[in-house]
């Protein structure tokens, strides 16, 4: 079973709550199965004269029979039944078949499994006055189905309205930053402020978990806009780094280079096997010692001038 949020449209699971009832079945066969037998012998036994006060009778006794079948019932295996009597807390049954005195006793059910309650989307502001708005689930289970029935009225409801109270109180001592951030210490804060106080309700909390934190639109751009410039910042500076340690490599290359001139002619070598052969490639060879010697020789305008002149 479903049901819609008003203000988001979300779809939430609700809990199926109420006790499943196993003794149905039970009380039926009880009751229906002597009546029948008693009916069957008395139109048998009876003269026709005397079966109409025959039937009166077995009805009344029909009727009783029932109201003591009525007080027959089976509690699951997950479930304990708080017997009131006249009133006055008795104790509890179960699970399995156990008997109620009618009129005298009453029974109340208590789910003894781990209990899930969604609670509805709080409207919180942070420590430094950021609205937000947050979807969270409680995780519950009860521990004594006495103290449950008789210290509070409804504990569903109870540990719900103190769910949401202690959510409120915790989220607005925090800031923004922090509740993005820190969301399992938030729900462990939570829960044990829950827990201190549905201990003496015969309660104990599993867990409490935020589900959705929804923020203002403006805030949320805002932040995009941040984490952008954020990430451009990280790129700027890696490509940075990347340019001053290839920088780096280069000028310790070209001291290699420097001392060993056979390093130069073999990364010259590298180049031109790295262009690959191909047709838009033209490479033309020149000689590396017939470039030196050439750079050795030294033109008429760089002479020295005579001596005299």
Same mark, same amino acid.
């Given at each position: 079973?479903?049901?819609?949020?008003? /203000?988001?449209?979300?779809?939430?699971? +609700?809990?199926?709550?109420?006790?499943?009832?196993?003794?149905?079945?039970?009380?039926?066969?009880?009751?229906?199965?002597?009546?029948?037998?008693?009916?069957?012998?008395?139109?048998?036994?009876?003269?026709?004269?005397?079966?109409?006060?025959?039937?009166?009778?077995?009805?009344?006794?029909?009727?009783?029979?029932?109201?003591?079948?009525?007080?027959?019932?089976?509690?699951?295996? =997950?479930?304990?039944?708080?017997?009131?009597?006249?009133?006055?807390? +008795?104790?509890?049954?179960?699970? #399995?078949?156990?008997?109620?005195? @009618?009129?005298?006793?009453?029974? +109340?059910?208590?789910?003894?499994?781990?209990?899930?309650? /969604?609670?509805?989307?709080?409207?919180?502001?942070?420590?430094?006055?950021?609205?937000?708005?947050?979807?969270?689930?409680?995780?519950? +289970?009860?521990?004594?189905?006495?103290?449950?029935?008789?210290?509070?009225?409804?504990?569903?409801?109870?540990?719900?309205?103190?769910?949401?109270?202690?959510?409120?109180?915790?989220?607005?001592?925090?800031?923004? $930053?922090?509740?993005?951030?820190?969301?399992?210490? %938030?729900?462990?804060?939570? #829960?044990? %402020?829950?827990?201190?106080?549905?201990?003496? =309700?015969?309660?104990?909390?599993?867990?409490?978990?935020?589900? $959705? %934190?929804?923020? @203002?639109?403006?805030?949320?751009?805002?932040?995009?806009?941040?984490?952008?410039?954020?990430?451009?910042?990280?790129?700027?500076?890696?490509?940075? $780094?990347?340019?001053?340690?290839?920088?780096?490599?280069?000028?310790?290359?070209?001291?290699?280079?420097?001392? /060993?001139?056979?390093?130069?002619?073999?990364?010259?070598?590298?180049?031109? $096997?790295?262009?690959?052969?191909?047709?838009? /490639?033209?490479?033309?060879?020149?000689?590396?010692?017939?470039?030196?010697?050439?750079?050795?020789?030294?033109? @008429?305008?760089?002479?020295? @001038?005579?001596?005299?002149?």
């Amino acid at each position: 079973m479903t049901t819609a949020s008003e /203000n988001s449209g979300r779809l939430y699971a +609700q809990p199926t709550q109420g006790h499943m009832s196993l003794g149905r079945g039970v009380r039926a066969v009880l009751f229906w199965g002597p009546i029948v037998v008693v009916f069957a012998l008395l139109l048998l036994a009876l003269p026709p004269r005397g079966r109409t006060a025959g039937l009166v009778g077995s009805g009344i006794v029909a009727a009783l029979w029932g109201v003591l079948v009525s007080g027959v019932r089976v509690a699951a295996e =997950w479930e304990r039944g708080v017997i009131l009597q006249l009133g006055k807390l +008795q104790d509890v049954r179960g699970p #399995g078949l156990f008997y109620v005195v @009618p009129v005298i006793e009453a029974v +109340q059910f208590i789910d003894t499994r781990t209990l899930v309650i /969604n609670i509805p989307r709080q409207k919180v502001i942070t420590r430094d006055n950021v609205p937000a708005e947050i979807d969270s689930a409680l995780f519950f +289970q009860v521990n004594d189905a006495k103290k449950a029935v008789a210290s509070i009225q409804d504990f569903r409801f109870a540990v719900s309205q103190y769910a949401q109270a202690a959510l409120r109180d915790v989220v607005g001592g925090l800031s923004l $930053d922090e509740l993005l951030s820190e969301r399992e210490q %938030i729900q462990g804060q939570i #829960g044990s %402020i829950v827990e201190s106080q549905v201990r003496e =309700w015969g309660m104990h909390i599993d867990a409490i978990r935020l589900q $959705d %934190i929804e923020l @203002p639109e403006d805030l949320k751009r805002m932040m995009s806009r941040q984490a952008s410039a954020e990430r451009e910042k990280r790129a700027t500076i890696t490509k940075a $780094d990347g340019d001053r340690l290839a920088a780096r490599s280069l000028a310790q290359a070209a001291a290699i280079m420097e001392k /060993n001139p056979i390093a130069l002619e073999l990364r010259t070598l590298q180049s031109i $096997d790295g262009l690959g052969a191909s047709p838009s /490639n033209t490479v033309v060879l020149f000689p590396v010692q017939l470039a030196q010697a050439l750079a050795s020789l030294k033109t @008429p305008n760089d002479a020295s @001038p005579v001596e005299g002149e």
